[in-house]
T-cell receptor
């Protein structure tokens, strides 16, 4: 069965400093992995996705994530935080074959300090 | 292109009442999904439609929940009778029916409060 663990429920960084949101996954199959972001009162927006191509995935707004099979990790990073990055971030896994349902992590709330 | 829309954005009802949530997917998207986030918990899958057919309803919590997608366009999720534990945010998502384009687009959610 697939599962996702986001290691931090809340991360706080200063504007201009790097962001690291940690995610570990468990999957019986070759997984597809995603990061979604939800800004207040908005829907979930796809940041980036890994689908067995390049292990370093670049997304929107300067975010990227690296798939590390040996560590079963898919951490999200950004070199320099911006105030507009404040939101809740979700690490998500799915199986391409069969059911398309997504399995979500618990979410990490990112706060940016001025 | 219009995104996924959900109505209402908020609903407050009393225990035992009935509530119907509506989701309009992106035009042309055959796949429609419902998810739910109960307070303090992760977002969980409820069910998946392909056009008007239920493909996977393994996440539906019990028979008080009924989802429909007549005509393969919009979908409704009815909770009858509502219980306190049904409170949460209900998300709808849609995607195209192509393996190479399975990205799910989410609506803003409906916040349901049962008192």
């Amino acid at each position: 069965a697939q599962s996702v663990t986001q290691l931090d429920s809340h991360v706080s960084v200063s504007e201009g400093t790097p962001v690291l949101l940690r995610c570990n996954y468990s999957s019986s199959y070759s997984p597809s992995l995603f990061w979604y972001v939800q800004h207040p009162n908005k829907g979930l927006q796809l940041l980036l996705k890994y689908t067995s191509a390049a292990t370093l995935v670049k997304g929107i707004n300067g975010f990227e994530a690296e798939f590390k099979k040996s560590e079963t990790s898919f951490h999200l990073t950004k070199p320099s935080a911006h105030m507009s990055d404040a939101a809740e971030y979700f690490c998500v896994v799915s199986i391409i074959q069969g059911a398309q349902k997504l399995v979500f992590g618990q979410g990490t709330r990112l706060t940016i300090n001025p | 292109e219009a995104g996924v829309t959900q109505f209402p954005s908020h609903s407050v009802i009393e225990k035992g009442q009935t509530v119907t949530l509506r989701c309009d997917p992106i035009s042309g998207h055959d796949n429609l999904y419902w998810y739910r986030r109960v307070m303090g918990k992760e977002i969980k899958f409820l069910l998946h439609f392909v056009k008007e057919s239920k493909q996977d309803e393994s996440g539906m919590p019990n028979n008080r929940f009924l989802a429909e997608r007549t005509g393969g366009t919009y979908s409704t999720l009815k909770v009858q009778p509502a219980e306190l534990e049904d409170s949460g945010v209900y998300f709808c998502a849609s995607s195209q029916n192509r393996v190479e384009s399975y990205e799910q687009y989410f609506g803003p959610g409906t916040r349901l409060t049962v008192t």
